[in-house]
């Protein structure tokens, strides 16, 4: 019975693989304006999206339940809340180009009264920003609209449903043998990934450099197509860095660099300044007619 499973699911996964393989193919294929960062990696689609979205809201309003028993949800009429949806609000009807899924989500986002320098936005588009970043980071909205739209872009991208489909392959690695797992999934059978084990938080999950680097090129793009100044990530990093001084050097991080991120920002600017640039037009015509 447990060798009929295996077989079941070996096949199960070598579809996915194989369909997104083609599938990839396909895309690659299509011409398109803005930062090129590869397609979709095919991991994602061993775990089905609408699981991992059913989990992440249900993480998402058991987050913001505790933040409201301990008054520390940002109130809807605030001036920074309507400050970020508004921002939101500009950025939501471009995520449909990077992943059809998204013109369906259920976008919201929330201010989480906390010191950490830090935001997210889980799979289906529920986003948080906690006040640390907002405060200490004095960001401008070029700089929110960069930060969101580099957490959405992992959304998009499906990076939390690919580490839990590279999460299961590993499983499903352990049972049938470390040679063979090797040669089918190009992976090794000895990283374990918790994101995989029931109950991982979606909200706490950490991406790997690859992903971090696609992230910021997508939400560069995002923010720039709905009007916000791309170059703006270049003193967002800079900020991120002044705050960060002491933190290992790349080679000992998970994370790129913030010289590394400025840079690979900078190379993509020629990319995405006309996006910007366009996006600008009919709010300076609106305002040089009145």
């Not at 970020?84 to 950025?91: E, G, S, T, V």
């Not at 800079?238 to 991080?253: D, F, I, R, T, V």
Request: charged share 20%; aromatic share 6%; net charge positive.
């Amino acid at each position: 019975m447990v060798k009929k499973r295996v077989q079941r699911a070996v096949q199960q996964i070598g579809v996915a693989l194989l369909a997104g393989t083609l599938g990839a193919g396909v895309l690659h294929a299509q011409s398109r304006e803005g930062v090129q960062v590869g397609e979709t990696s095919v991991f994602a689609k061993i775990v089905p999206a609408d699981q991992i979205e059913r989990e992440a809201n249900l993480q998402y309003q058991q987050t913001l339940a505790q933040a409201s028993k301990q008054h520390a949800l940002g109130p809807s009429d605030s001036a920074q809340v309507q400050r970020l949806r508004a921002i939101m609000d500009r950025i939501i009807p471009f995520t449909g180009q990077w992943n059809r899924r998204a013109q369906q989500w259920k976008w919201e986002v929330n201010l989480i009264g906390s010191n950490q320098i830090n935001a997210y936005c889980m799979p289906g588009g529920k986003i948080a920003f906690y006040t640390g970043i907002l405060d200490k980071l004095q960001l401008t909205d070029d700089e929110v609209a960069m930060v969101m739209g580099h957490e959405i872009a992992h959304a998009l991208r499906e990076h939390a449903r690919e580490r839990m489909g590279k999460g299961r392959a590993t499983d499903l690695a352990a049972r049938v043998g470390g040679s063979l797992a090797a040669s089918l999934f190009g992976i090794d059978p000895r990283i374990t990934d918790a994101v995989a084990q029931t109950g991982a938080s979606l909200a706490t999950l950490k991406f790997g450099r690859e992903d971090e680097s696609e992230a910021d090129l997508v939400g560069m793009e995002l923010a720039a197509r709905a009007g916000y100044d791309p170059r703006a990530g270049v003193s967002l990093w800079q900020k991120m860095a002044a705050n960060n001084k002491g933190a290992p050097p790349e080679w000992l991080s998970t994370h790129p660099s913030g010289n590394s991120r400025i840079a690979e920002i900078e190379a993509n600017l020629p990319k995405v300044t006309p996006l910007y640039d366009r996006a600008k037009k009919p709010a300076a015509s609106e305002a040089s007619s009145q």
